[in-house]
C-alpha cells in the first residue's frame, strides 16, 4: 500500500534546484546552477546563476536565492530557513550562507563534478589557506591613522545589531 506519492522532502527540494538549473542551461539565461531556500517545508525564494546575462560575478544561485528570501522575510538573517543546491556551495557562496546564519546546506553535484565541466573554484581554497603576502592576488594592507573610525563610531551607537 502507498501511502504518499510525493518525495521525500530533500528529494523534492533537490530536484526543483537541478530543474532550475537545468532551465537556466537550457534558456540561455545563465551556468548550470540552480537553489532554492526552504522554511518549515515552505518554499521562500529561488535563484539560478545569471552571471553572465547580469555581468554579475556575484549573482551565484546561493546568493540570488538567498537575497530573494532576505526580501520575502524582510530580516538579513536566514536562521530558520534551509538551501538546498544543484551542486555543491563555492567559498563566496558558502561565506554568504553562513554569513545568513541558515540551519543546512543540501546538495546535489560536488565541486569535483563542477570542475569537470569547468567550473573550478579550487585555486580560491588554496588560496585562503596562504598567507596574505603568497597570493596571487596583490592583498596590501594600508594602515592610515584612524583606520577603525568607523568601528569606534559602530560601537557607539546604542542601536547597533551586531551577529
Same mark, same amino acid.
Given at each position: 500500500?502507498?501511502?504518499?506519492?510525493?518525495?521525500?522532502?530533500?528529494?523534492?527540494?533537490?530536484?526543483?534546484?537541478?530543474?532550475?538549473?537545468?532551465?537556466?542551461?537550457?534558456?540561455?539565461?545563465?551556468?548550470?546552477?540552480?537553489?532554492?531556500?526552504?522554511?518549515?517545508?515552505?518554499?521562500?525564494?529561488?535563484?539560478?546563476?545569471?552571471?553572465?546575462?547580469?555581468?554579475?560575478?556575484?549573482?551565484?544561485?546561493?546568493?540570488? #536565492?538567498?537575497?530573494?528570501?532576505?526580501?520575502?522575510?524582510?530580516?538579513?538573517?536566514?536562521?530558520?530557513?534551509?538551501?538546498?543546491?544543484?551542486?555543491?556551495?563555492?567559498?563566496?557562496?558558502?561565506?554568504?550562507?553562513?554569513?545568513?546564519?541558515?540551519?543546512?546546506?543540501?546538495?546535489?553535484?560536488?565541486?569535483?563534478?563542477?570542475?569537470?565541466?569547468?567550473?573550478?573554484?579550487?585555486?580560491?581554497?588554496?588560496?585562503?589557506?596562504?598567507?596574505?603576502? #603568497?597570493?596571487?592576488?596583490?592583498?596590501?594592507?594600508?594602515?592610515?591613522?584612524?583606520?577603525?573610525?568607523?568601528?569606534?563610531?559602530?560601537? #557607539?551607537?546604542?542601536?547597533?545589531?551586531?551577529?
Amino acid at each position: 500500500m502507498v501511502l504518499s506519492e510525493s518525495p521525500p522532502p530533500h528529494d523534492r527540494w533537490i530536484g526543483m534546484a537541478i530543474e532550475l538549473a537545468v532551465n537556466n542551461v537550457l534558456s540561455g539565461h545563465g551556468g548550470p546552477f540552480g537553489a532554492v531556500v526552504v522554511r518549515d517545508g515552505t518554499l521562500i525564494s529561488e535563484g539560478t546563476n545569471v552571471v553572465t546575462t547580469q555581468n554579475d560575478p556575484t549573482a551565484h544561485a546561493e546568493i540570488v #536565492a538567498i537575497r530573494r528570501a532576505c526580501e520575502v522575510l524582510g530580516t538579513f538573517e536566514l536562521r530558520d530557513c534551509v538551501i538546498y543546491t544543484s551542486c555543491e556551495p563555492c567559498p563566496m557562496c558558502l561565506g554568504a550562507i553562513y554569513w545568513a546564519r541558515m540551519e543546512a546546506v543540501y546538495f546535489a553535484a560536488t565541486h569535483q563534478d563542477a570542475s569537470k565541466s569547468g567550473f573550478d573554484d579550487s585555486f580560491i581554497y588554496e588560496e585562503m589557506v596562504r598567507p596574505i603576502a #603568497a597570493r596571487k592576488l596583490k592583498m596590501i594592507q594600508v594602515p592610515l591613522q584612524g583606520s577603525n573610525r568607523s568601528f569606534e563610531a559602530w560601537k #557607539a551607537q546604542p542601536n547597533r545589531v551586531n551577529d
